[in-house]
């Protein structure tokens, strides 16, 4: 089969590169070519058994998304994205990218739809979900983005879901928590200091917490989020039904409680390293985004996440340190 | 004032056309003048006591939504939309139209919001809510449209949202229930036979009946229909709040109670003139409506539609037949 994978050089991108050339596979067939697309043109996995080809190309250009259907893979994985921030900072660009990219997208998809009906995987966000919420945010809650991000994102949902409807693709649409712990270095991403709270004090470096301990959200490890990608991508069409898009499971845990798992697991000098430092604009815009859902469909499909914060953090160590940190 | 309604030719906007002639004023405000817009050039009502201007134009068309922006009306009613039928067998000329006109419509008050802040009131549906439903819809119940124009007229509500908390304009939309009466001559629509059975034995002629008497929607008369444009052009846009999209208040009626308010209000030789006629294919799409909401957020606001269906029935015979009907 051959599987294309759209964003790959993005955090979760190159880890689901990573996890294909490891398994060979995806569910039960074997992977004979994968083709990763990113603005930038991707560093492909080493040691893959099967082909692989990698673009650089701007998904939100005229007739890429075309060249990107033309050779019909058999899923897409669409994962490309400007990020939230950005997407409110640039009105143009977030329309531009999230909105027009990602209809080009589907409307390849749907010119080719004559005997050609592929899986597409598409990663929508919480960001769908605005406040005021109620304690755990259940399935059927009604779609009230707060962000242009958001927006974007929900009409990538609806145009999935129409698009899969009318039969000219096999879409899913999975709503990722906030990844926990991601790698890399602190970015200003208001939700960054969720990771590095946990990931410089591991480094033996300082992290600053900008809010107080008693704030609640939702995360999932980056192992949780390829491995949804993969369900994603193997799960039965019909068993979802025409309800295409759905919120993933997490752990939805306080700031105090994500300290707690990291003084279980590294020990008092580690947490020792955050630095208590409030930042108003931060907590106002936190105090906006979901904290709990209740992701019974997803949960009934198959999907899995972390149960304690513990293994958030105990993944990271593995997956990212190869199982060391500075005590 | 300067008051834009684009759709002005439909049953709907040609009402509303109607309306502020007689009233000569929105809210506490005198209007000036009235651009009347579709894509066939709508008849303008008559004794206006302001400026009339007809245009016809397709506002899918490039440059049209600039063109009919620029003049900076203060209020603009977006109306024009392909209906669910088409929007569903024409599946590119839906989202033309009801996609990327809206979208156009918007981009262009966005590109004037620089001291250009209109009141933007649109017609949404509540097809953009799709099966299964509980009993009585709530307002934070989810969007899953099953149609392409509920797809259409969803995205039409959050981008609305979105240029709204961004301050490019100061939209409302609004989810208009089934119109009953609806004027005019039998069509094809699936949803035709609710005001059908009404409104031709009214006019001494027989009438299809295609789903069982226990088929239970919701309503609101074409008088109504105004009265929420009207409301929402005027309306406190603080009150509202960020949740900028509103399910109208109607009344959720069975076929059966339907019909018991037309033998109340005109007698049981007019009810006679319903035939009993069961149709599967109609049957089977009508099964997927919503039957009952509970507008909690738009009462609150003030809108109102009618209490008992009999009002829907004398509203149809004196505003379309002149108080007369065929006993």
């Keep these: 089969m051959h599987v294309t994978i759209i964003g790959a050089g993005g955090m979760v991108g190159s880890k689901l590169a990573t996890r294909l050339a490891e398994d060979g596979q995806l569910g039960e067939k074997a992977i004979a070519k994968v083709t990763l697309v990113d603005v930038v043109e991707p560093t492909p996995p080493a040691d893959a058994p099967f082909e692989i080809e990698t673009i650089a190309t701007d998904l939100s250009a005229p007739g890429v998304g075309a060249s990107l259907v033309a050779p019909r893979p058999d899923v897409i994985f669409h994962l490309a994205a400007i990020v939230s921030g950005e997407a409110e900072t640039d009105f143009e660009k977030g329309y531009r990218v999230n909105l027009d990219g990602t209809r080009g997208l589907f409307d390849a998809v749907q010119a080719f739809s004559n005997h050609y009906v592929p899986r597409v995987v598409f990663t929508s966000s919480i960001g769908v979900f605005g406040a005021p919420f109620p304690e755990a945010i259940p399935d059927d809650f009604h779609l009230t983005p707060l962000t242009s991000y958001g927006t974007q994102k ?12 009318r039969g000219f693709m096999d879409g899913v649409g999975i709503r990722l928590p ?141 997956d990212e340190l190869d199982g060391n940190f500075v005590a």
């Design 154 to 165: 929900t009409i990538g949902e609806l145009l999935l879901a129409d698009y899969t409807r």
């Design 178 to 318: 906030t990844i926990s712990v991601r790698p890399g270095k602190p970015n200003k991403a208001a939700s960054g200091f969720f990771s590095n709270i946990i990931r410089e004090p591991l480094a033996g470096k300082e992290a600053v917490l900008p809010v107080s301990e008693e704030t609640r959200h939702w995360h999932a490890s980056p192992r949780s989020a390829v491995n949804f990608l993969i369900h994603a991508a193997t799960l039965d069409g019909e068993a979802i039904g025409p309800r295409r898009n759905l919120t993933m499971p997490g752990i939805s845990v306080t700031v105090g409680e994500q300290i707690d798992a990291l003084r279980k697991v590294a020990g008092d000098n580690v947490v020792k390293r955050i630095r208590h430092e409030p930042d108003e604009m931060i907590m106002g815009i936190v105090k906006g985004w979901p904290q709990r859902f209740d992701p019974q469909r997803a949960l009934a499909l198959g999907f899995q996440a972390e149960a304690r914060f513990e293994e958030n953090i105990r993944i990271h160590i593995e």
